[in-house]
């Protein structure tokens, strides 16, 4: 499993950064402020930042500035403020690529019974954080989980973010979380993407973002390993995800409260 720093405060971990990677100054300015902000809650820090978006709805939707160019960006992080950076893969081919550059695969929902894209990834030996399929029942992710194991990698995290409720709407099963560490693994709850509101007829994804404190509280309380959220300076004008993702200015209050609450329940 990836070595998160020390954890003295037995905090529960974040994962949080821009939906997909727009630039370099703009990745770097969000680490610098994410980094100051869990360092003083002494929250163990993943940087989160997408190379490419392969799953949009519109053909003219942005994907990314250039893969080698995106992934440099996230070493670049690593390099710079010392914490690990996870970021999505797609196709088995992908898998290697992106290892030279990031500590942490993530599986997108979408794509989470994909058996040759589990096994490549689990063959570069990187932590493989396997994202539920909004499709799937907590417990069917078992035979995900299963695949990257029986492929030689035992470094496996699970994220909750959410189950489709009609056409263009998610809903969080909470029970999910504590059934899902029942087989042995971080669950991560993902905030931001549990609030999207999919298929719009705009073709753009809609979301809740008034409502991330609250589902975030709750995963907390529930007994989540790890928080997910997408971040941006100015959501409004993210180039992806901006409906749902929280402002860069609201991370610490909510952190701060999520922190207060894992006191509470322990």
Known sequence: MIE????PAGNFFLLAGPCVIEGEEMAMRIA?????????????YVFKGSYRKANRSRLDSFTGIGDEKALKVLRKVHETFGVPTVTDIHTADEAAMAAEYVDILQIPAFLCRQTDLLVAAAKTGKTINIKKGQ????????????????AGNKNVMLTERGTTFGYQDLVVDYRGIPEMQSFGYPVILDVTHSLQQPNQTS?????????????????????????FIETHENPVV?????????????LEELLTKLVRIREAIK
């Not at 998160?4 to 954890?7: D, I, R, T, V």
């Not at 402020?33 to 869990?38: G, L, N």
């Open 4 to 7: 998160l720093k020390n954890n």
């Open 238 to 250: 993210a180039k992806s995800d901006g409906a749902n993702m929280l402002k860069l200015d609201l």
């Open 32 to 44: 610098e402020r994410v980094v100051k902000i869990t360092e003083a809650l002494q929250i163990p």
């Open 135 to 150: 499709f799937l029942s907590p417990l069917a992710m078992q035979f995900a989980a299963d695949k990257v194991v029986e």
């Open 203 to 227: 073709g753009v994804t809609g979301g809740m973002p008034q409502l991330i404190e609250t589902v975030a509280k709750a995963g907390i309380a529930v007994g989540a390993d790890g928080i």
